[in-house]
């Protein structure tokens, strides 16, 4: 047992779960900012209150995370936070870019790809992890699109005797509903994460038994970091989901956050930790499927699919050279390097997108081709 | 354990329409209803630009806060639910 290591995981989990937030406001809430339906901060504010509530709903998830995916029995408390350093590089990285990758997907990725380094592919159960996590990861966002769209095309079919004006005002009361449940949605599958791999540092810690659930000082602060990250904002993703993919009116924007919605809590009842992101994704290009004459740029749409299937094995190279080098040094020693690490590179980061400022002024700006608007929001 | 188990994706494929696509199929019912009664209508030439939601007939109002009604209630089943399995001590 080694308690100060301990502290320093935890601090390290709930910075990723802090990532995770901010990462995915926009899964929740871009459509909805997109439409006009809710103001970019009242948006955030209320996808973060709802993450908050959305963390205590379920524990299905975080079991899958703690002892379903690798050995808990070989890995120690320097893989986890080598693992967990994988995963924030990843989302820190992607979010710069403005990309919704999965947060799950880095968090995953990391904690094997340490465990890897550490103890052998062999502590990787393997058959779990294709079931549990990748088939899910290839399946959730067809479903999410075939309700997306299908749900698009009532929509439209049962609203089209309304005039243009109350259609839009009608569906932007109901996507505040719809766009809420997204949010608690992300609560429940994403905050588990965080709290499956706290749980799994105590359990290697042995401070709890392998078959424990999660404290509730786990669940508590996990809902927190989550929710404070939601509401500061990944404004960068939220530019690319609400404008960069399809342009969105308010019942596609309604259908979409229905069908992520729907999709994600039915998924997390079954303990599958599937991506938000991806079902969000899913959902966006559904409801631009599911109209006529609207347009889905697929070409963003690719460079999004890209950086999925990149995802999983480059947190994994990431989490498997920390679990390197603090082997290398050895000890807690090597855990503070990585960390140290990490926070240069989330410094940096920080810094380079002080250059291509996106924010709550901007957000909503005309989809150029690119992330940062022509136009810089000095003037705003 | 098989690799994909289809039971389960089939029941989200299901439910998934059933509340991600029907539940709004059901809100936007209550719209049609709640906008009856010819008060959109009755805008005239600038009835494309009206926004004016509610209709002002007593029996789509009605139907509209039926359909209302059942959206919310569908969705805290489903939250309880989701609840009652996520917590397997609670039971």
Not at chain 1, 112 to 137: M, R, Y
Request: glycine share 12%; hydrophobic share 55%.
């Amino acid at each position: 047992m080694n308690d100060f290591l301990l502290v320093l995981v935890v601090i390290t989990a709930l910075g990723f779960d802090f990532t995770n937030g901010f990462h995915d406001t926009g899964n929740a809430m871009a459509t909805s900012i997109a439409t006009g339906a809710l103001s970019p901060r009242v948006a955030v504010g209320l996808s973060g209150v709802l993450n908050l509530v959305g963390a205590f709903l379920s524990l299905a998830v975080a079991a899958t995370i703690a002892s379903g995916l690798v050995d808990t029995n070989l890995v120690t408390l320097t893989v986890v936070a080598a693992g967990l350093a994988g995963g924030i590089t990843w989302n820190l990285l992607t979010w710069l870019f403005g990309i919704p990758s999965s947060s799950s997907h880095a968090l995953i990725g990391g904690v094997i790809g340490s465990t890897i380094a550490a103890a052998g592919g062999h502590a990787v159960q393997w058959h779990d992890l294709v079931a549990k996590v990748v088939i899910p990861a290839g399946l959730s966002p067809v479903i999410a699109a075939l309700v997306a769209a299908t749900g698009t095309w009532l929509l439209y079919r049962i609203s089209r005797s309304l005039t243009e004006g109350a259609r839009t005002h009608g569906f932007r009361i109901g996507q505040i509903g719809s766009a809420s449940m997204v949010s608690l949605a992300h609560g429940t599958n994403d905050a588990q994460k965080t709290m499956g791999v706290i749980t799994l540092a105590l359990i290697v810690n042995k401070n709890v038994s392998a078959t424990s659930n999660a404290p509730f000082w786990v669940i508590l602060s996990c809902a927190l970091a989550i929710s404070i990250g939601t509401y500061l904002g990944g404004w960068r993703v939220i530019r690319t989901l609400g404008k960069g993919l399809v342009e969105i009116e308010s019942p596609q924007g309604m259908a979409a956050e229905s069908a992520s919605a729907a999709v994600i809590l039915l998924s997390s009842s079954f303990g599958y930790s599937l991506s938000t992101t991806h079902v969000a994704t899913g959902s966006i290009i559904g409801t631009g499927l599911g109209k006529k004459g609207a347009e889905v740029r697929w070409n963003v749409a690719g460079r999004m699919a890209t950086a999925w299937v990149f995802t999983l094995p480059s947190a994994g190279l990431v989490g498997a050279g920390a679990e390197a080098l603090a082997h290398v040094i050895g000890g807690t020693a090597g855990v503070v390097v990585d960390l140290i690490l990490l926070v240069a590179v989330a410094a940096t980061v920080y810094l380079r997108s002080r250059a291509t400022k996106v924010d709550h002024n901007n957000v909503n700006d005309d989809w150029t081709g690119s992330l940062a608007p022509a136009e810089p929001a000095a003037a705003a | 354990m098989s690799w994909i188990n289809l039971t389960a994706i089939w029941k989200i494929v299901v439910f998934g329409l059933l509340a991600g696509a029907g539940l709004p199929a059901i809100f936007a019912l209550g719209l049609l209803a709640l906008s009856k009664g010819g008060r959109t209508q009755a805008a005239g030439a600038d009835s494309a630009d009206s926004d004016v939601v509610v209709g002002g007939n007593p029996a789509g109002i009605a139907a509209a806060a039926f359909c209302f009604l059942v959206v919310l209630a569908a969705i805290a089943w489903g939250i309880y639910e989701v609840y009652k399995i996520g917590h397997p001590a609670a039971k």
